[in-house]
Structure formats: C-alpha cells, structure tokens
C-alpha cells in the first residue's frame, strides 16, 4: 500500500502565506514527478505545480512568482509553499506522485488539504 498525506491546509487571510507537505508512505521503490494540484468551488482540478526527481519545476500561470514547490527526497516529501495569497486560490489542495513499487509504476494521489482565502 501506497498512502499520500497532506497538511498544513486553514484559513489565511489574502496576502498571507501557508506552507503544505505531503508525505508518500508505503512500500515505495522511487518516486519520479511529483505535483500539486487543486479544485476550487465549482471548478475543474487544476495542476498547480510540478517538480520532477532531480528538481526540475513547472509552474501554472497563475501561481508563478507566488508559489514554489520543493521536495525532500530522503523524505518522499514534496512541500508547496504558498505567497501572497489571494481568494482565488482558495480551493482542495491535492498531491500526486509518480511512483514505482515493485516493478510497477503507477499515479497515486492524497485526500486533499483545504486552503481558505479570505478577502
């Protein structure tokens, strides 16, 4: 079994920051991409943020120059560390993580964490 948790979702006020994490448990061999993603109320799932093993980062549009992904690999941890938040950045926040456990590769995903901006 492969479990991805994640945390430090809550309330912030706009132009605050929060810091997320998700930790990737299990009986894991490798972990390649890993990515934030979120849904915000009424809206599609939209990837935020991805970063590849050696470190290489992608970013949505609307969240460059705010928000910067980071991960630990020691830790099979990915970290979202979120700026000058807005309102509409309110939304579940979701891991995702490419991993490869005994020869199979697979896609894997957490519960979410909510992050609430108020105006």
């Known amino acids: 079994q492969v479990q991805l948790v994640e945390s430090g979702g809550g309330l912030v006020q706009a132009g605050g920051s929060l810091r997320l994490s998700c930790v990737a448990s299990?009986?894991?061999?490798?972990?390649?991409?890993m990515a934030w993603y979120r849904q915000g109320p009424g809206k599609q799932r939209e990837l935020v943020a991805t970063i590849t093993s050696g470190g290489i980062t992608n970013y949505a549009d609307s969240v460059k120059g705010r928000f910067t992904i980071s991960r630990d690999n020691a830790k099979n941890t990915v970290y979202l560390q979120m700026s000058n938040l807005k309102p509409e950045d309110t939304a579940v926040y979701y891991c995702?993580?490419?991993?490869?456990?005994?020869?199979?590769?697979?896609?894997?995903w957490g519960k979410g964490t909510l992050v609430t901006v108020s105006s």
């Open positions: 995702n993580a490419d991993i490869i456990r005994w020869g199979t590769r697979a896609s894997y």
């Open positions: 299990g009986s894991i061999s490798s972990i390649n991409a």
